[in-house]
């Protein structure tokens, strides 16, 4: 089977949402963040050929949560290019009442010398009482593929003790049947923050069918990521 190449970790998508809060709260409109991870994990997957990497991203927001920004991360599909993407994305970030924020946004996944593979994907992320995330997202043209895509993923984020959470999620990839099967991730993991730093520890796993589909690269892993930034 044509192996998939597939880019940006939900932490991307994840992570418009508290810039545009911090923009609403009267904080700065930019945001940034830099990112060194031992494995570039997206939907169960490694994107980064099970090696360590570096990641790097900055958001504007403006007052009333539109924001956009621009996300890059060293990237291994195997010989040749791409070595890294560089992902372009607009959005919008509204509290829907006290307990629920909604997010949407465009992102252009982007593979410099490597074009072929550049498409485009709508991503939409409801958040209930800042614990409980439903992501839905959908692509016309997965992978540059020209073939209809949808991804949806429940989260959800408990404290624990000393300031770590407890971070879980579950997703489903689904594609046109003759591009490929259909298959489920999950991540569990703990993180905390010391300021500025962010780090977490998470167990990210596929289903038999993600196995099949990606090999090795789909195998039940631990992934560390440190992350500075504001």
Known sequence: MKRLKLALPLAVVFSTVPFAA???????????????VSDYVWRGTSQSDENPTGQVGITYTSPVGLYAGVWASGVDFGPGDPSYEV????GYNVDLGESVNFDIMLNRYSYPDAGELNF???????????????????SDDFGGSDTDAWYVAAGASFPLPQDF??????????????????YTDWSIG???????????????GTDGNGRDIFGELADNRLVLSLSIGQ
């Not at 959470?165 to 259909?182: I, P, Q």
């Open 120 to 138: 485009n994907e709508l991503i939409t992320t409801t958040t209930f009482a800042d614990t409980y995330s439903l992501t839905v997202a959908y």
């Open 87 to 90: 992902d372009g994305f607009i």
């Open 22 to 36: 911090s923009a609403q709260d009267g904080g700065s409109p930019f945001s940034w963040e830099v990112t060194a």
């Open 190 to 204: 703990v993180s905390r923050s010391w300021g500025l730093l962010t780090a977490s520890l998470a167990y990210i």
């Open 165 to 182: 959470s407890l971070d879980l999620s579950v997703g489903r990839s689904m594609f046109e049947k003759d591009y490929s099967e259909d």
